[in-house]
Nanobody, 119 residues
Framework: QVQLVESGGGLVQAGGSLRLSCAAS????????MGWFRQASGKEREFVAS????????YSANSVKGRFTISRDNAKNTVYLQMNSLKSEDTAVYYC????????????WGQGTQVTVSS
């Protein structure tokens, strides 16, 4: 079992920044890939970015490249999503998730945190 708790969402003006945090606990986290997903109202959930605990390899969706950065702090068991140059279309509930490395199957999810970007 892996437990995930997100924080850091809120209301921000377009062009502003927010940093989301995902505190993880449970089984050997080094075996997992951590991902950030988002779901806007009336839309399907979409992948935002991912990072491996073991070696920090990252992947990002094209829609956020150059604006969002995923990182991790192994000592704190926390994954971050730094979001800069926010746009109204970034408004969504953001979820943290965990998948065993090599599976791309995210079995563990946090409760989500709302990010609202006002234009």
């Amino acid at each position: 079992q892996v437990q995930l708790v997100e924080s850091g969402g809120g209301l921000v003006q377009a062009g502003g920044s927010l940093r989301l945090s995902c505190a993880a606990s449970g089984r050997t986290l080094s075996l997992y890939t951590m991902g950030w997903f988002r779901q806007a109202s009336g839309k399907e959930r979409e992948f935002v970015a991912s990072i491996t605990w073991s070696d920090g390899r990252t992947y990002s969706a094209n829609s956020v490249k150059g604006r969002f950065t995923i990182s991790r702090d192994n000592a704190k068991n926390t994954v971050y999503l730094q979001m800069n140059s926010l746009k109204s279309e970034d408004t969504a509930v953001y979820y943290c998730a965990a998948a065993l490395m090599g599976t791309a199957k995210y079995d563990y999810w946090g409760q989500g945190t709302q990010v609202t970007v006002s234009s």
